[in-house]
């Protein structure tokens, strides 16, 4: 009897200790499901995650490269405004003109409504701003370097003085204005356009404009120290191997000897490096760039002369001695090299925000002033 108790009492306890074997395995079993289903999920959304990433790098692209062609777009019709500006005023441009109008943000439905659909959606999140400067509105530093001959590259002593006087106008050191002189006659030495022999002045049709005396100085000669212990900047071109770049930008002044971050930014808004020499335009210049090109010209009366301009613009540059005259200026005859009614470069600001595409331009564009035609000289986005 005790012994079939007991094969009995074993026969129940096998099951039980199976199902206590079973439930550790079967506890096992779910948690790696669940870490397996985890990951999963988190590889899926990891793969998600990227190829979101990977549209959106897309569709910024797509937005970027449509809000440059609208860029573009109104680009050529800025171009159309000078043009047809040129053909209504030929031979002058003053302030008063159409192309001076800076355009407000404006969305690019406003546009395509006027020259299409009424009611015409597309351009809707397109929103467009920008003006058009007068380039010859500043004083070209350019004008430093002249070329009595092609390849003979001279300092310009008359335009060195000018900008001589711009800068003690700003509050800083003249002699900076001979560094500029002869680290840009270094660059241009060894670029295209050492080739070019000088700018004819054009649309100057009065009959004070005068040939231009302007002195030169052959090399680096002309009094004052040397530049002979900086490379690039020897008196003779052969002493040196390594020459500065060429200058196309206002922040190039950093590399030259003297000045600072400051004085550039003090000089910003009065001087511009165009690919040719050019005069400044009388119409649309500040004063403080008119006190430096007049020789014996104060400030004061540059002011007074742009105090009468904002009534009557200037045709011509006989218009241009009287008003020099009646607000004090000496007596002279106007140099058709420095003064000029007419420009030829203009600088176009550009702002397209297309949808989450934001593109800030700026534009440099050149005018024909017999035919009108614009060419773009260089392109630079901003940041």
């Not at 007991?6 to 079967?26: E, I, K, W």
């Not at 060429?246 to 511009?272: K, N, W």
């Not at 058709?336 to 800030?360: K, P």
Request: with cysteine; charged share 15%; aromatic share 6%.
């Amino acid at each position: 009897m005790s012994v079939r108790r007991h094969r009995h009492s074993r026969s129940l306890a096998r099951p039980a200790a199976r199902a206590v074997a079973r439930g550790p395995q079967r506890g096992a079993a779910i948690i790696s499901a669940l870490l397996v289903a985890a990951l999963a999920a988190i590889l899926v959304s990891g793969m998600l995650w990227r190829q979101q990433v990977q549209v959106r790098r897309i569709e910024n692209q797509r937005l970027l490269a449509q809000a440059q062609w609208i860029a573009r777009a109104a680009l050529d019709w800025t171009r159309l405004v000078l043009r047809s500006e040129a053909d209504t005023a030929p031979g002058i441009t003053y302030l008063g003109g159409a192309w001076g109008m800076p355009v407000a943000k404006t969305r690019l439905s406003d546009f395509l409504g006027q020259i299409g659909e009424t009611r015409a959606q597309q351009g809707a999140d397109t929103w467009l701003s920008g003006s058009i400067e007068d380039a010859q509105a500043r004083f070209n530093l350019r004008n430093l370097v002249s070329a009595a001959a092609p390849g003979a590259l001279q300092l310009n002593l008359t335009q060195i003085e000018a900008f001589a006087r711009l800068l003690q106008l700003l509050g800083l050191n003249g002699q900076l204005a001979k560094n500029t002189a002869v680290y840009l006659r270094s660059g241009l030495a060894h670029s295209v356009t050492r080739f070019q022999t000088g700018a004819t002045a054009t649309g100057g049709t009065g009959t004070a404009a005068t040939t231009s005396s302007t002195q030169q100085l052959v090399g680096g000669a002309g009094g004052g120290a040397n530049f002979t212990d900086n490379p690039g900047l020897s008196d003779a071109d052969t002493d040196s191997a390594v020459a500065p770049l060429l200058m196309t930008s206002i922040d190039a002044l950093l590399d030259v000897p003297g000045f600072t971050p400051d004085a550039v930014a003090r000089l910003r808004p009065f001087v511009t490096i165009l690919p040719t020499t050019t005069p400044v335009n009388m119409n649309t210049a500040s004063a403080e760039v008119i006190a430096a090109i007049v020789p014996g010209m104060s400030l004061s009366s540059a002011q007074a002369f742009v105090a009468r301009r904002q009534t009557v613009f200037f045709h011509n540059l006989a218009d241009v001695q009287l008003a020099l005259q009646g607000a004090g200026a000496p007596q002279s005859s106007v140099d058709s090299t420095l003064c000029d009614v007419n420009t030829s470069y203009f600088l176009v600001h550009g702002r397209v925000q297309h949808e989450r595409a934001v593109v800030d331009r700026m534009t440099l564009v050149w005018r024909d002033p017999l035919t009108h035609t614009t060419r773009i000289v260089r392109v630079r986005d901003e940041p």
